[in-house]
């Protein structure tokens, strides 16, 4: 075997999975260099920043945000000659109708998810009467920004670059079983996180995959992701991953009767079996929607590698 070909595929060009992990180790070392630097800068500043504090949410999400962007791009262009709008976060055609399909189809996934208990008297919701309508209004809005960010992050990291350059190189499902382990193992430090929840947040990366493989842009997924997070945690008023004092005052108050295997328990219902029939029957609806498409322009860029540009001697 020529050693060559070891390293670069027959278009000349880096093989995707040395691309995939150049970018890995590039987003890692840089995120937490700039992450470190950033919270002690923070930590030294009179208002602080601790694990209940807007920033401690905010600024982890803002800066892996701009660093899985700013090299999806670099790496785009040094490794594919692709220009930045093939990332599928510029405002490409069809972007605003992909984000509120995403939007719609999120949110109705969500509530999917929390009627399946609810029919079988698993868990019940009832309108938060014991905060005030400011109250209320405030952890909506607040929510609704961390949770933009935060699917920002996550998307431009597990559906960015990563997935795209394995697209690229015809290996889009191995792409997606491979991102989508790393973001179900990234979940595994949140609080009660147990198997059932791993399995449900690989199920849910998958969704996010076929979701980014159906439109080739990273709205639509980016839709999916906020509009399940925000009404899971400020609408119906459950938690987040295991994550409950992001949404101090819900629309709604849930209470939770188990079994826990059904509902989630402590880890909201992305721990629970009813989660799962949910994201199988997304996937399924997106998978045969024929209204998502990609655009020629955005197909073309993540379709199939193209030959290097060979040097003029």
């Known amino acids: 075997m020529d050693l060559k070909s070891v390293f670069f595929n027959e278009f000349g060009r880096l093989r995707s999975g040395l691309r995939f992990l150049v970018f890995l180790i590039s987003y890692f070392l840089v995120s937490s260099i700039l992450l470190m630097t950033i919270l002690t800068a923070l930590s030294l500043l009179p208002i602080g920043s601790n694990q209940t504090s807007l920033l401690y949410f905010i600024f982890p999400f803002a800066i892996f945000s701009a660093v899985a962007i700013f090299f999806g791009w670099l790496y785009g262009k040094v490794f594919e000659d692709l220009p930045f709008r093939a990332l599928g976060c510029w405002l490409t055609k069809n972007w605003f ?31 938060n009467d014991s905060a005030s309508a ?53 979940h595994n430090r949140n609080p009660s996180a147990n198997f059932l929840s791993w399995t449900n947040t690989f199920i849910a990366g ?58 989630g328990g402590d880890y909201g219902i992305e721990g629970g079996i ?39 001697v």
């Open 97 to 127: 109708r992909d984000l509120m399909l995403g939007l719609l189809i999120g949110a109705v996934s969500m509530f999917l998810a929390a009627l399946i208990p609810f029919v079988s008297g698993g868990m019940n919701f009832h309108f």
């Open 206 to 263: 998958i969704w996010f995959a076929v979701a980014y493989f159906k439109t080739r842009n990273l709205w639509f997924p980016f839709g999916l992701h906020l509009a399940w997070n925000w009404v899971q945690g400020s609408v119906l008023g459950i938690n987040v991953s295991g994550l409950g004092e992001l949404a101090s005052a819900p629309l709604m108050k849930s209470a939770d009767s188990g079994p826990t295997w059904l509902t």
């Open 274 to 312: 009813a989660c799962t029939l949910a994201l199988f029957f997304s996937i399924a609806l997106i998978y045969f929607m024929p209204i998502l498409k990609p655009t020629d322009e955005m197909l073309a860029f993540t379709s199939e590698e193209i030959p290097a540009k060979q040097e003029e």
């Open 134 to 186: 400011s109250a209320i209004l405030l952890t909506l809005s607040v929510t609704l920004f961390i949770f933009i960010v935060a699917g920002i992050s996550e998307e431009t990291l597990f559906r960015g670059y990563l997935l795209q350059t394995m697209t690229r190189g015809q290996l889009f499902w191995f792409g997606a079983i491979l991102t989508s382990f790393l973001f179900a193992t990234a």
